[in-house]
């Protein structure tokens, strides 16, 4: 047997010895177009300023079909540019109506970039070009594989740097209004009744903070690591093929004229206002933090590179307050000690995470669970979502592509009830040193202290609180206290979970893979 894992291992090793990446060298360098003050959007803004209101304006997107129909408004309300980059871009219902209404502001004469991460893109390389074909439409493919080789070897051999990708979510109209948050394109993200407020979240954001992220976008649009479609994928396609491919995206919105996806930008008040420009934003200021696309290929230690270097001193200034909320959260033996040091110095820290039964990778709550123990002992209040992911749910979501979003996808952090990070990143090493990742932090008192307010209310009913017990002999166990069918319950082992899955993830803590995570 292990003749065979060491003859696979070889041939594994061979086959990515004779795979290439096409010369991306005379890929031409495009920018955000900034003649937009005449648009419809940029009137509206201008119209804002005129008035007094000179700061960053923001709406919160907590429920996913306003997730949707913000960025569908958007892109009907659009005059010159679509600027689109996200990390998972599904080939399912929403992904179609997405791209749908990517081809109408398309053919109304927007130039439209769309740059994806290639981790979702498997088997999908007729649509690309299909898509990229469109005289309006530019796609880019990052990091991508070998179109010449299974992905398998290249997962295997490629460890640490085909599996280091671009995270990075962003939906910019005009250069004058853009979308930040956790969703990616597909069902999972944008689900109309999510069980709890933050189960996934973003931020609609006009003013001058939409132009660093313009910014960003090129940054990572004209870097080598963006493949333009034609350039990476040799197979060509007639202008024929390509027309009716994409005929069938403008057929699935007729066909879908019932759902209730497509009637939102009918009757929808956000897609309403948004048409007529009668939003109404909370006001504040906003700084955008973001990774440099070279942290893909740099070392891991190249800390200039990073969004946490930027976001540092926002943790370290904190006085009175720190909520977490993190659908994966490995804080490691250096998380845990500067948690002990906020406390230390009189900060409450809150920490809201999936459980084991909520959370369907369960190799990265092997390396959450290992430090619940220190988290609890140094004085953080650790919450797990109360949720239970059917075997079929769990089924669904498997797979090197998919990203699941369990019972709590959102990522954001509310500091000292003042100021709130809105983002793609993990509290975990995969997002800190691996992918690149971008996000708002929005100085709002008003939207900190309705978030803060929000998840107090609610956080009792929809997550498990732990605590750290000793008994009269001094052995230590944690106990989850919550609510089940309404009433209030305890467990001494992880919620709604077998002893074979307890005891599969004690197995993957000894593993020696956090750093990848």
Request: aromatic fraction near 8%.
């Amino acid at each position: 047997m292990a003749h065979i894992t060491y003859t696979l291992l070889i041939f594994f090793l061979l086959l990515s010895g004779c795979t290439s990446l096409p010369d991306n060298s005379k890929r031409i360098e495009s920018y955000a177009i900034t003649d937009t003050v005449e648009t419809t959007l940029g009137k509206g803004l201008q119209a804002s300023r005129d008035l007094g209101k000179t700061q960053d304006g923001f709406i919160i997107l907590g429920k996913g079909l306003d997730a949707f129909v913000a960025r569908t408004a958007l892109a009907e309300a659009a005059e010159k540019s679509l600027d689109v980059q996200y990390y998972l871009y599904h080939n399912d219902l929403v992904g179609g109506l997405f791209t749908a209404i990517l081809l109408r502001a398309a053919d109304r004469g927007v130039r439209v970039r769309l740059l994806v991460d290639d981790m979702d893109m498997e088997d999908r390389d007729h649509g690309i070009l299909a898509i990229d074909n469109h005289p309006n439409i530019e796609i880019r493919i990052f990091n991508p594989f070998d179109r010449n080789l299974s992905r398998v070897p290249q997962f295997v051999t490629g460890l640490g740097t085909i599996t280091r990708r671009m995270h990075n979510k962003s939906f910019t109209a005009d250069n004058v209004a853009t979308i930040l948050g956790g969703r990616n394109i597909g069902n999972e993200y944008f689900d109309a009744n999510p069980t709890l407020e933050f189960a996934d979240l973003d931020v609609l954001a006009m003013g001058d903070v939409v132009k660093d992220v313009s910014s960003s976008f090129d940054l990572y649009w004209n870097s080598k690591l963006a493949y333009p479609a034609t350039t990476l994928i040799d197979k060509p396609i007639t202008d024929e093929q390509a027309l009716g491919f994409r005929n069938r995206f403008h057929d699935l919105l007729d066909e879908q004229k019932e759902s209730d996806y497509v009637q939102a930008l009918r009757t929808s008040p956000l897609a309403k206002n948004i048409r007529e420009d009668n939003i109404e934003f909370i006001l504040g200021d906003a700084v955008i933090v973001v990774d440099h696309p070279d942290k893909i290929t740099s070392s891991r230690d190249a800390n200039e590179l990073h969004l946490v270097s930027q976001l540092a001193p926002y943790f370290q200034n904190l006085e009175k307050e720190l909520i977490i909320i993190s659908p994966y959260f490995v804080p490691g033996n250096e998380g845990v000690e500067f948690f002990r040091g906020l406390i230390d110095r009189g900060v409450r820290v809150r920490i809201l995470t999936n459980s084991l039964s909520s959370n369907d990778v369960a190799i990265v709550h092997a390396g959450y669970a290992k430090y619940r123990k220190a988290l609890l002992k140094s004085g953080v209040e650790l919450y797990e979502m109360n949720k239970k992911l059917t075997r079929k749910q769990r089924k669904e979501k498997k797979g090197v592509s998919s990203s699941s979003k369990a019972s709590l996808h959102a990522k954001a952090f509310i500091l000292d009830r003042k100021k709130v990070f809105i983002g793609s990143l993990n509290l975990d090493p995969r997002s800190f040193y691996e992918n690149t990742e971008i996000g708002l932090i929005l100085n709002s008192p008003e939207i900190a202290g309705t978030m803060t307010d929000t998840l107090t209310e609610d956080i009792g009913h929809h997550a498990f609180r732990l605590e750290l017990h000793t008994d009269e002999d001094g052995y230590e166990e944690i106990l989850w206290h919550g609510f089940e069918n309404g009433k209030p319950v305890t467990f001494d082992v992880d919620p709604y979970t077998s002893f074979w899955q307890r005891l599969g993830v004690n197995i993957m803590s000894l593993l020696p893979i956090e750093s990848q995570l």
